[in-house]
T-cell receptor, first 112, second 115 residues
Framework: EDQVTQSPEALRLQEGESSSLNCSYT??????LFWYRQDPGKGPEFLFT???AGEEKEKERLKATLTKKESFLHITAPKPEDSATYLC?????????????FGKGTKLTVNP | GAVVSQHPSRVICKSGTSVKIECRSL??????MFWYRQFPKQSLMLMAT?????????EQGVEKDKFLINHASLTLSTLTVTSAHPEDSSFYIC???????????FGPGTRLTVT
């Protein structure tokens, strides 16, 4: 069974204080690992897709990396508007399912 | 690009009535759409997967006669909660897979309250 574990559950940073969020996963044949941002009362907003170990993607202050067992979302010099819950999900290639398996998320709070 | 809309954003209904939620992909074709449910401070729980023109595939424990899904076109899927009860109150979110990719784009969600 595919599984995703995110850590920490919650993270408080001061504005400008860089850090990383972790997503550990087990999956039978990785099709893709996905990062989303979710604000309270809203649907998840797509950030990145990573397909293979060694791949990296960047968007503004965010950088996502992938190994065979985990992914990191690095946040450089965060701003208060980066406060949100960050969700990691994987899709495996077994059984023809397109199901995304989500982690429980990391709630990030960036204080001014 | 990759915008998904949901309507309504909020709905309050009485116990025993039915509610329909629409999910549209606005600027791309979605051969597959997904319906999720999210409880407070929890992650998303997949309810069902729907492919255009065919019957939806429901996850274990989800009542297909209670949560009716129709995927009539490449840009529209609907979820109907039949004979709603207070325990059906939740945040329902749809997503759409852009054709040719594995990426799912999510709608803004619908907050359902059953009184």
């Amino acid at each position: 069974e595919d599984q995703v574990t995110q850590s920490p559950e919650a993270l408080r940073l001061q504005e400008g204080e860089s850090s990383s969020l972790n997503c550990s996963y087990t999956v039978s044949g990785l099709r893709g690992l996905f990062w989303y941002r979710q604000d309270p009362g809203k649907g998840p907003e797509f950030l990145f897709t990573l397909y293979s170990a060694g791949e990296e993607k960047e968007k503004e202050r965010l950088k996502a990396t992938l190994t065979k067992k985990e992914s990191f979302l690095h946040i450089t010099a965060p701003k208060p508007e980066d406060s949100a819950t960050y969700l990691c999900a994987v899709q495996g290639d077994q059984g023809g399912s397109e199901k995304l398996v989500f982690g429980k998320g990391t709630k990030l709070t960036v204080n001014p | 690009g990759a915008v998904v809309s949901q309507h309504p954003s909020r709905v309050i209904c009485k116990s025993g009535t039915s509610v329909k939620i629409e999910c549209r992909s606005l600027d791309f074709q979605a051969t597959t759409m997904f319906w999720y449910r999210q409880f407070p401070k929890q992650s998303l729980m997949l309810m069902a997967t729907s492919n255009e023109g065919s019957k939806a595939t429901y996850e274990q424990g989800v009542e297909k006669d209670k949560f009716l899904i129709n995927h009539a076109s490449l840009t529209l899927s609907t979820l109907t909660v039949t004979s709603a009860h207070p325990e059906d109150s939740s945040f329902y979110i749809c997503s759409a897979r852009r054709a040719g990719t594995y990426e799912q784009y999510f709608g803004p969600g619908t907050r359902l309250t059953v009184t």
